[in-house]
């Protein structure tokens, strides 16, 4: 089984009904399994493998797209280091977030709920409407304004109702937490004190990572936008550590879009409270193709840091030209990762450059969601040359172009 109990004042809180927070003090909610013991499910190979230490019982009513259990792969990219992909492309909706979603609806259907709502126009979006469909649950999704179509049509094939706020993305963010509130709608944004649930899908990314790897590496690098995956997957690596399965914790390094390095700067300053945060976000922050992690305030941003603080981490920023040239490398090597989640490997590049990455050391970067959901944000900005062929010239054409 699992408790849940606030992270400020410690009191347990029962999981009758759906809360955000603690109902004494406000604060964040998390879960502790004091009998689960590390004992992943032989004959499962999704993410569902590590049932007993999420928080959904019982297991009957799981609401599941067949999320997790994505690939870590071995690229031969760097002679000095040892470095792999945690593909997180892999999953149904195309990104990391379906862990968390597949926990989160699995709870509304347990809480009796029939409608799911949230402020994205993103991947916590696309995932969302999927998990919703498949419960059969109805779902309406917030977005900004002058999102393009491209981004938001896969929402109208899952069937959700798109609401488009008139204000800035912090504002509708506020805003969707206020309606839902209000209205009783059960809120599936990730971050603690929207849905606490969401909290408990990164960690899975770790779990599979020691799985994988056998062990820790020396460090894991992942894009960071509210702040939650890398404080799920630093999470997983100290659970394994007082489980005894690994002898140390990796090196956590969050990668961060140029112009929003706030959790950066946050870190370096000792900046210790939610408010403080806040009043750092630029506004509005600058034109980026990095629009899934490019957040001017992290709602987990303080979780965030103290994960990467506690393992001798460290933040990077990214600009867009070298999110493309990751973008590029990925494609290389067979994975369309969109440009918000090749960072990862923008990330280690820097990493390694600037010798915090050091000779011989193992290096997992998660590439959080897929390119194919965001080709649109490659036009203009990738050349697509084509060169006319017909009949009488094709031949010619290929033989120059296999240098014959
Ligand atoms: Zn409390």
Redesign the pocket.
Do not use: E, I, L, V
């Given at each position: 089984m699992y408790t849940i109990r606030?992270r400020?004042?410690?009191?347990t809180v029962t999981d009758e009904t759906f809360r955000t927070s603690?109902p004494?003090?406000?604060?964040g909610l998390e879960f502790a399994y004091p009998d689960a013991a590390w004992k992943p499910e032989a004959n499962s190979r999704t993410m569902w493998r590590y049932k007993d230490l999420l928080p959904v019982r019982p297991h009957e009513l799981l609401v599941t797209l067949s999320e997790g259990g994505t690939p870590l792969d071995r690229p031969v990219l760097y002679p000095d280091i040892d470095l792999y992909i945690k593909d997180e492309t892999r999953n149904p909706t195309g990104s990391h977030k379906d862990r968390a979603m597949s926990i989160a609806v699995t709870k509304a259907v347990t809480f009796g709920r029939d409608t799911v709502m949230l402020e994205s126009d993103g991947s916590t979006a696309l995932a969302s409407a999927a998990y919703a469909a498949r419960a059969g649950l109805r779902s309406i999704v917030v977005v900004g304004r002058g999102v393009p179509d491209y981004r938001l049509l896969p929402l109208v094939v899952y069937g959700s109702h798109i609401l488009e706020y008139q204000g800035t993305p912090a504002q509708a963010l506020d805003w969707v937490h206020e309606v839902c509130r209000k209205l009783d709608i059960y809120e599936t944004s990730t971050f603690r004190l929207a849905n606490p649930y969401t909290m408990e899908g990164p960690k899975t990314i770790g779990y599979e990572i020691y799985e994988q790897l056998g062990r820790a590496p020396d460090w894991i690098v992942v894009p960071v936008g509210g702040g939650a995956t890398l404080e799920g997957i630093g999470r997983a690596f100290a659970d394994l550590h007082a489980w005894g399965k690994v002898g140390r914790r990796p090196r956590m390094a969050g990668v961060l879009t140029r112009g929003y390095d706030m959790l950066n700067e946050a870190l370096q300053r000792g900046i210790a409270s939610d408010d403080e945060l806040r009043a750092m976000a630029p506004d509005p922050g600058p034109e980026t193709i990095q629009v899934k992690i490019a957040m001017t305030y992290a709602p987990d941003g303080l979780e965030a840091m103290a994960a990467v603080r506690d393992s001798a981490g460290c933040f990077v920023s990214v600009s867009d030209p070298e999110a493309l040239a990751a973008q590029q490398v990925l494609g290389k090597l067979g994975i369309y990762a969109e440009p918000s989640s090749a960072v990862a490997l923008a990330g280690v590049e820097k990493l390694r450059s600037m010798k915090h990455i050091r000779e011989g050391e193992s290096v997992v970067a998660v590439v959080t969601g897929s390119g194919f959901r965001e080709t649109g944000t490659l036009a203009g900005r990738v050349q697509c040359q084509r060169t006319p062929v017909d009949a009488a010239c094709g031949v010619a054409v290929i033989d120059n172009l296999l240098g014959r």
């Open positions: 606030c400020s004042c410690r009191q603690c004494s003090c406000g604060g």
